[in-house]
């Protein structure tokens, strides 16, 4: 096969997702086809090692499975009204509906991101012409300000010479400040991941509340199986920041006297953080938040059978009547609504009133 037929020539392989084109070439199948474009964030490739000893166990897998006869060699304003359950302790609490739970993931990004631009600003102080201690010893007297002016000139950002040269070249808080939003970012980025995999978990043994887009398969060995793939990327790339961020901290503090000389391990754990981010953020949303949908007859049903509807019921009944008919609905498997009728604590229009999506969430508060 010439070079250039070996580019372009392809072999259509299926999986449970249905067909996809693969190189006729590549050695590898359609889930790592697909693995390919669902996760284009580091550009890192597995060690040689790791290479050799996958597949040394994919030969092995290989041969037992050829002498066994069983290879096959062909080898968040969408939700503003969903009602839902909410969950504190992961047990059942007051309602909430899916596009406030959302609301709050988006005022978390948003909040970083504000943090992160306000940060950043302390990166534009340059130490430039300080020279080796602070002093600009064998510097023109203007070159640290035409070489700051120039450097701003050619990137469009707002440098300035820094006012203490001293404290540049000792301090690299700057770069710290940076570093733990962006950690910060990634513990509340992996806690939204969890979320979303948790709300998806099932379909019949888990919350079920939505659905992620499927991108991959989830088991070559369970049938229909899709698995959470992009939120668990995005817990590893969260994880593997976090690890940078700690570098960066011990590089931080790791100056002496006059110089912090540990700043490129500094700026290189900082940028790959941001490297990493930066893609995972986009396939994040792209692939999976951007095609959520809401499990609308689970998240009612949840809605419904909420034992924590009888908090509704304090300011009519009295803390320890409801606390009787939470426990009652526990006990028995009743509705909070069906056991206030059948103990006639409310009225018809009282039960509409107080049990109604906007008494409980608050929708008119613009919440959701």
Not at 204 to 229: H, R, Y
Not at 270 to 287: E, G, H, K, M, W
Request: charged fraction near 20%; include cysteine.
């Amino acid at each position: 096969m010439s070079k250039v037929l070996s580019q372009h020539a392809t072999r259509v392989e299926r999986d449970s997702l249905g067909p996809l084109e693969v190189p006729a070439d590549a050695y590898y199948g359609v889930q790592t086809a697909r693995a390919v474009t669902n996760f284009p964030i580091s550009g890192e490739r597995l060690h040689v090692e790791m290479v050799r000893a996958v597949t040394r166990i994919k030969i092995a897998a290989a041969r037992a499975n050829a002498e066994l006869g069983v290879l096959d060699r062909k080898k968040a304003d969408e939700f503003a009204h969903v009602l839902k359950s909410g969950r504190t302790h992961l047990q059942a609490a007051v309602p909430v509906t899916l596009g406030q739970e959302f609301s709050g993931y988006a005022e978390c990004a948003r909040g970083w991101a504000e943090s992160l631009r306000l940060s950043r600003g302390g990166l534009l102080a340059l130490g430039l012409g300080g020279n080796a201690a602070g002093t600009g010893i064998n510097a023109h007297p203007r070159y640290r300000e035409r070489a700051v002016h120039y450097l701003a000139e050619i990137t469009g950002a707002p440098f300035t010479p820094s006012p203490n040269l001293f404290e540049a070249m000792q301090s690299m808080a700057p770069f710290v400040r940076v570093s733990n939003d962006l950690r910060g970012f990634a513990l509340d980025l992996t806690r939204i991941a969890n979320d979303l995999r948790l709300l998806a978990s099932g379909p019949t043994t888990g919350f079920d509340e939505v659905v992620l887009p499927a991108v991959q398969p989830g088991s070559s060995i369970m049938p229909g199986k899709v698995n959470p793939v992009i939120p668990e990327m995005t817990n590893m790339v969260c994880y593997q920041v976090l690890g940078y961020d700690t570098t960066v901290a011990y590089a931080a503090q790791a100056g002496q006297l006059e110089l912090n000389v540990m700043m490129p391990v500094i700026a290189h754990n900082l940028l790959r953080s941001i490297a990493l981010l930066t893609p995972t953020l986009r396939v994040l949303r792209t692939t999976c938040i951007d095609g959520i949908t809401a499990n609308e007859d689970v998240c009612r049903r949840y809605f419904d059978r909420s034992i924590s509807l009888a908090t509704a019921l304090n300011p009519y009944i009295g803390y320890a009547r409801a606390a009787e008919v939470a426990k009652e609905s526990a006990k028995t498997g009743k509705t909070v609504i069906e056991i206030v009728r059948e103990r006639k604590l409310l009225t018809e229009e009282q039960i509409a009133e107080v049990f109604s999506p906007e008494s409980m969430t608050h929708l008119e508060g613009g919440l959701s």
